[in-house]
C-alpha cells in the first residue's frame, strides 16, 4: 500500500531575501501556476482576436501584427505551451515530491526551468507579431526558442529525476511515471519535430517536412498533454474522493499502451499527401488502437470515483477534472473515427478539425489542468481558495464555450466538406459558414472572461486567501 502522508505537509520557511525566496518550498510550482494562469487571458484574446478576424477581416486590415495569419499561431502556441502545458508542470513540480515523500531536489532548478519555459512562451507574440517564424503548424517558434524550451525540459528533467533518487517512498505512483515519461518523451519528439539539426529553416526539404511534421504536431497532444493531464488526473480524483486508486496495474498498461500505440499516428494528418502507404496504414490502424489506452485510463479512473459522484461534482476542482475526462472520450471516439480515409473526403481540412482540436486541447487536457490549478495552488500555497463561486462561474462559462465551439465548427467543417467534396468553389461556401464564424467570436468572449476570471481568482488566493496550517494527512492508494 502507498502512503501519501506528505502531500498536503507544509515544508518549514526558508531564510529572507533573493536566495530565500527562490530556495522556497513549492515556489516553482506556484510561479508555473500562476504564469500559466496568465497566458491563459493571453491566448485566449488572441484567439478572440483571430475569431473576430474571420468575421470582419476588414478590421485588422491596417494592424498587420493583429491579422489572422499571425494573430492564429500566437493563440494556440500560447494555449499549448503556456497555458495548458505551464499548468500541468506546476502541478506535476507539486504532486511529483508530494506522492515521494520528499521535496523537489532544487527549486532553483525548478525555477531555472520556469525561466526558460516562459521565455520560450514569451517569444511567440514578440516575433510571430512581425512575420518572425518557422512557419510550420504548432512548430513556428524560432530555433533559439525551440533551444530555450529543450533546455527547460532537460533542467526539469535532472531536477525529477534527482528527487526520483532521494525519494523515501518506494512505490512509484502511476502520476510520477506520467510526469517523467512526458519530460523524457518532449526530450526526443521536440527536437525531431521541430528539426533543430537545421536552424537556418528548422525544416527539412520536399515532402519528408510534412513526416517529420506531423510526427511532431500529433506526439504533442498524445506525448506531452496527454500524459501530463492523465497524471494530474490520477492524482487529483483519488484526493477528492478519498479513495484508493481502482487498479494500478490498469495504470500502468494504460501508461505503456499510450507509449506503444501514440507515437506512429501522425501520419493521418497528410493520407492526402504521396506519403508510403505503408506509413498511412500504420497511423490509421494505431489510430484505432487508441482506444486501448484511453478505454483502460477511463475506466480505471471512472471505476476510483464510482459511488462518489456527489463529492466530484461538488468539489470545484474535481468538477473540472471530471469534465476533462468526459472530454477525452470524445475525443478519441472523433479523433479514430475521423483518421479513416473514407470519412477525411469530408471532414479534413475544414473547421471539423478546428473543432476537434479544441476540445482535445481545452476540453481533454484544458479542463483537467484547471482542476489541477484549483486543487494544487491552495496545497502549494498554503492558504483557502480564494473563491469557490469564481470557479465554478469560469466552469460554466467554458463549458458553454466549448460545447458552442465543438457545435458550431462541427456544423461548419461538415457544410464545407460537403461542399467541396461535390465540387463547390471554396469562395461559394463561405457565406454559408459566416453565421457559424459570428457565433465562434461570441463564445470566444466566453471562454476569455473566464480566464481573466481564473486569473484574478489565483493571484488572490495567493495574495489574499486564508492561511491555512495544512495536516499531514494520508490517504491509501492501491498500486
Not at 525555477?111 to 518572425?132: E, K, N, R
Not at 471554396?426 to 453565421?435: K, N, S
Amino acid at each position: 500500500m502507498l502512503n501519501l502522508s506528505s502531500i498536503t505537509a507544509r515544508m518549514a520557511a526558508p531564510a529572507n531575501g533573493w536566495t530565500g525566496f527562490l530556495d522556497r518550498p513549492k515556489s516553482a510550482s506556484q510561479a508555473f501556476l500562476v504564469a500559466g494562469a496568465a497566458w491563459f487571458v493571453i491566448g485566449t484574446l488572441y484567439g478572440l482576436v483571430s475569431a473576430i478576424d474571420l468575421v470582419a477581416p476588414e478590421l485588422f486590415n491596417n494592424i498587420p501584427w493583429l491579422v489572422f495569419g499571425r494573430s492564429r499561431p500566437i493563440h494556440v502556441n500560447t494555449v499549448i505551451y503556456g497555458f495548458v502545458t505551464g499548468l500541468l508542470l506546476g502541478s506535476g513540480l507539486h504532486y511529483v515530491p508530494a506522492l515521494l515523500r520528499t521535496r523537489l531536489w532544487s527549486e532553483r532548478l525548478g525555477w531555472i526551468g520556469c525561466f526558460f519555459w516562459q521565455l520560450t512562451v514569451l517569444s511567440g507574440p514578440l516575433t510571430f507579431s512581425f512575420g518572425y517564424s518557422q512557419g510550420r503548424e504548432y512548430a513556428e517558434y524560432l530555433w533559439v526558442f525551440d533551444a530555450s524550451l529543450v533546455i527547460s525540459v532537460v533542467i526539469l528533467l535532472f531536477d525529477m529525476l534527482m528527487t526520483v533518487a532521494s525519494r523515501e517512498e518506494d512505490t512509484l505512483y502511476v502520476s510520477v511515471w506520467y510526469f517523467v515519461g512526458m519530460l523524457v518523451w518532449t526530450c526526443g519528439v521536440y527536437p525531431i519535430g521541430n528539426v533543430m539539426w537545421r536552424p537556418a529553416t528548422g525544416a527539412v526539404p520536399g515532402l519528408l517536412d510534412s513526416i517529420f511534421l506531423w510526427f511532431y504536431g500529433h506526439n504533442l497532444p498524445g506525448l506531452v498533454l496527454t500524459p501530463l493531464a492523465l497524471g494530474a488526473a490520477y492524482y487529483v480524483l483519488p484526493r477528492i474522493t478519498n479513495t484508493p486508486l481502482y487498479s494500478h496495474t490498469l495504470s500502468l498498461a494504460g501508461f505503456w499502451t499510450l507509449v506503444a500505440l501514440y507515437s506512429h499516428i501522425g501520419g493521418h494528418h497528410i493520407l492526402q499527401a504521396p506519403i508510403p502507404n505503408w506509413l498511412k496504414v500504420y497511423s490509421v490502424v494505431d489510430s484505432m488502437a487508441m482506444v486501448i489506452p484511453v478505454g483502460i485510463v477511463l475506466a480505471n479512473l471512472w471505476l476510483t470515483a464510482r459511488g462518489r459522484g456527489g463529492a466530484i461534482w461538488r468539489d470545484p476542482a474535481g468538477r473540472f477534472v471530471m469534465a476533462g475526462t468526459l472530454w477525452y472520450l470524445i475525443t478519441c471516439i472523433q479523433g479514430p473515427f475521423q483518421s479513416l480515409p473514407s470519412v477525411q473526403t469530408v471532414t479534413h481540412f475544414n473547421n471539423w478539425t478546428v473543432g476537434h482540436a479544441h476540445i482535445a486541447v481545452l476540453g481533454f487536457s484544458g479542463f483537467i489542468a484547471l482542476g489541477a490549478l484549483w486543487h494544487v495552488l491552495p496545497l502549494a500555497a498554503g492558504r483557502r481558495l480564494y473563491s469557490e463561486r469564481l470557479v465554478n462561474l469560469q466552469f460554466g462559462l467554458i463549458v458553454t464555450g466549448l460545447a458552442g465551439f465543438f457545435a458550431v465548427l462541427t456544423i461548419a467543417g461538415l457544410i464545407q466538406g460537403s461542399a467541396w467534396y461535390n465540387g463547390e468553389m471554396v469562395y461559394r461556401v463561405l457565406p454559408q459558414i459566416g453565421v457559424y464564424m459570428a457565433l465562434r467570436a461570441m463564445l470566444g468572449m466566453l471562454i476569455a472572461s473566464a480566464a481573466i476570471l481564473g486569473l484574478y481568482n489565483a493571484v488572490k488566493t495567493i495574495t489574499s486567501g486564508e492561511p491555512v496550517a495544512l495536516s499531514a494527512a494520508s490517504e491509501e492508494v492501491n498500486p
